[in-house]
């Protein structure tokens, strides 16, 4: 949920809680080494008042979609419709177990939908990048 909560709290200096030395071999450190201090555009996606949200932001050209949730959920879904035209690179983190989590990439488009589950009080974030050879 740590990472999820990065993107859905808004912070304009995003700082964790922990020592320095937890974060340098952690696995998603590349996530929190280029997290952005400001967005350019916020997009409300799906939630539930005290049970979950799902929310996307841009910043620059990337954008960046997380869901943080009360209670375990399967079937969650994700529509990417604010993605701009093109194929996107899409670096997911999810929490494998309370204290571990996946890291997969896949390329997606803004027809696209990301389906997953997720664990009582855990995250799901998504990080997109524009492909190089993508229509602007």
Request: net charge neutral.
């Amino acid at each position: 949920m740590q990472l999820a909560s990065c993107v859905i709290l808004e912070a304009g200096t995003p700082c964790m809680a922990g020592n320095p030395m937890q974060y340098q071999n952690y696995k998603a450190a590349a996530f929190y080494q280029n997290l952005p201090a400001a967005w350019s555009d916020t997009i409300y996606i799906d939630g539930a008042v005290g049970d979950y949200v799902t929310i996307a932001r841009r910043s620059g050209e990337d954008w960046y979609a997380a869901s943080v949730t009360e209670n375990a959920k399967t079937g969650m879904t994700m529509p990417l419709a604010f993605l701009g035209d093109g194929e996107y690179e899409a670096v997911i983190y999810s929490d494998k177990n309370p204290t571990h989590i996946n890291i997969a990439t896949q390329t997606v488009t803004k027809k696209d939908v990301l389906q997953y589950n997720m664990l009582n009080k855990s995250g799901y974030v998504v990080k997109f990048t524009r492909k190089a050879s993508s229509s602007r």
